[in-house]
């Protein structure tokens, strides 16, 4: 039986790639290194400290740990700037009428997210009210592909990976869902989330009467 759902939080409930996307180039412009769309790309899911690594081997770059951590730390000021500009009218098509539709039938809902900043990304949304459970990129230390993030939220929630379908849009999401023994949905392109139990191109076509037909078993 399903009772939970688990959300990813950037690509599913809002796009927060393009200010990722716009904070991690000014960085780079700073420190005169590549980066373009098809490299923000691959840090779609994976943790900020991941995201510098994969920027700086692109980049053939090598430094010191703690000026890694104060260039990531440069990155996120300049990211949770723009955060403040975020609004309720900055949903993904279709992720409120969903949320509000789970809340309605009395399922449980919780946030599965790599963020270190999801908390304030919900409240700029006002989605914070939709959550039983916030799990974040505070709350584990292993991120996606690890199931852990989606393990600590089914534990919190109260429920078994079974009884839980988890939304993403990362490749690596889709493969810690499935690690985890969780039911997946895969929002996006065939090439990136295709492995998923089923995907829908868009937030705006994974309906629950679509989720609930296609796992028709499990409700
Ligand atoms: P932060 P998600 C992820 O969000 C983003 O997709 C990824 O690009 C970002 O590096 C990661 O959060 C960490 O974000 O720097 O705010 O801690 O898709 O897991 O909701
Ligand atoms: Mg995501």
């Known amino acids: 039986m399903i009772k939970g759902f688990i959300f990813d939080l950037d690509g599913v409930i809002t796009d927060t790639a ?6 991690w180039k000014k960085l780079s412009d700073e420190m005169d290194w590549e980066f373009d769309r098809e490299l923000n790309e691959r840090l779609r899911g994976i943790s900020r400290m991941d995201s ?3 920027i700086m ?8 740990e703690p000026t890694v951590v104060e260039l990531a730390t440069k990155k996120n000021d300049i990211y949770v700037e723009s955060l403040d500009k975020m ?12 949320l509000t539709h789970l809340r309605s039938e009395g399922f449980s809902v919780a946030l599965g997210s790599a963020s270190k900043n999801a908390h304030k ?6 989605a914070v009210h939709f959550f039983d459970v916030i799990g974040d990129g505070n709350s584990v ?8 993030i989606f393990l600590y939220a089914s534990k919190k929630l109260g429920l078994r990976p079974e009884n839980c379908i988890v939304f993403e849009d990362a490749e690596k999401g889709i493969d810690a869902a499935k690690a985890g023994k ?4 895969g929002i996006g392109p065939e090439q990136r989330v295709g492995h998923a139990d089923i995907r829908f191109e868009t937030m705006k076509e ?3 009467f679509e989720v609930k037909s296609h796992f028709k078993d499990l409700f």
């Open 52 to 54: 510098i690594h994969v």
């Open 182 to 185: 969780f039911h997946s949905v």
């Open 141 to 148: 230390s292993k991120s996606k592909p690890a199931p852990d």
């Open 121 to 126: 990304v919900l409240k700029q949304l006002n």
């Open 57 to 64: 081997d692109h980049n053939g770059v090598s430094l010191d």
């Open 206 to 208: 994974a309906t629950l």
């Open 87 to 98: 609004t309720p009218d900055d949903y993904l098509p279709g992720a409120r009428e969903l």
């Open 18 to 23: 393009e200010l990722h996307f716009d904070a």
